[in-house]
T-cell receptor, first 116, second 115 residues
Framework: DTEVTQTPKHLVMGMTNKKSLKCEQH?????MYWYKQKAKKPPELMFV???????INESVPSRFSPECPNSSLLNLHLHALQPEDSALYLC???????????????FGPGTRLTVT | AQSVAQPEDQVNVAEGNPLTVKCTYS??????LFWYVQYPNRGLQFLLK??????LVKGSYGFEAEFNKSQTSFHLKKPSALVSDSALYFC?????????????FGTGTKLQVIP
């Protein structure tokens, strides 16, 4: 199984709402990522988890809160978002984050988030 | 910091013709380079990567990439384009700067294959 799943596919939320995005993989990967992607732009890295520990936070505002409950699951908790946070949120996983051999990332289909 | 550049926002090619999507890189140390493809409203899919060794790397869906150290390029190629190859293509480089490892993506090139 080489699939990364993400739920929900679409999400519309108001600026005062709290919602969560979910990501799951069963490839035995120990690195998981959250990216934000605006239309026709490259993905922007937000967070990296390595062996269930947060290893990279790319100065993301605190209204985005990641969580890695176990090696297969990754959540992104959203609270008090702004309209400019509307984007495609992509989850990815890789065998590890690096070392001598660079590992490719497997991406989920994304969650299309609209903040009203 | 490591970086990649994709000089073309869009590439148009007729179906059946060879295609090339360009990428140049700037790294200190060994370059670890990737190509990903993104179809509309989808996540990215890994096509191929260069670590070391042969300069011609073969990947998924008939794509290949040529690593050229002297020109610092890693162009994506396919001998015969299909309409279904129309998508957004990203070149990427592993970036070890800042004390941790991540992947930095280029700006993307939209490939349009014309029937």
């Amino acid at each position: 199984d080489t699939e990364v799943t993400q739920t929900p596919k679409h999400l519309v939320m108001g600026m005062t709402n709290k919602k969560s995005l979910k990501c799951e993989q069963h490839m035995g990967h120990r690195a998981m990522y959250w990216y934000k992607q605006k239309a026709k732009k490259p993905p922007e890295l937000m967070f990296v988890y390595s062996y269930e520990k947060l290893s990279i936070n790319e100065s993301v505002p605190s209204r985005f809160s990641p969580e890695c409950p176990n090696s297969s699951l990754l959540n992104l908790h959203l609270h008090a978002l702004q309209p400019e946070d509307s984007a495609l949120y992509l989850c990815a996983s890789s065998l590890e984050t690096g070392g001598r051999s660079p590992y490719e990332q497997y991406f989920g289909p994304g969650t299309r988030l609209t903040v009203t | 910091a490591q970086s990649v550049a994709q000089p073309e926002d869009q590439v148009n090619v007729a179906e059946g013709n060879p295609l090339t999507v360009k990428c140049t890189y700037s790294v200190s140390g060994n370059p670890y380079l990737f190509w990903y493809v993104q179809y509309p409203n989808r996540g990215l899919q890994f096509l191929l990567k260069y670590i070391t060794g042969d300069n011609l790397v073969k990947g998924s869906y008939g794509f290949e990439a040529e690593f050229n150290k002297s020109q610092t390029s890693f162009h994506l190629k396919k001998p015969s384009a299909l309409v279904s190859d129309s998508a957004l293509y990203f070149c990427a480089v592993r970036d070890d700067s800042g004390g941790y490892q991540k992947v930095t993506f280029g700006t993307g090139t939209k490939l349009q294959v014309i029937p």
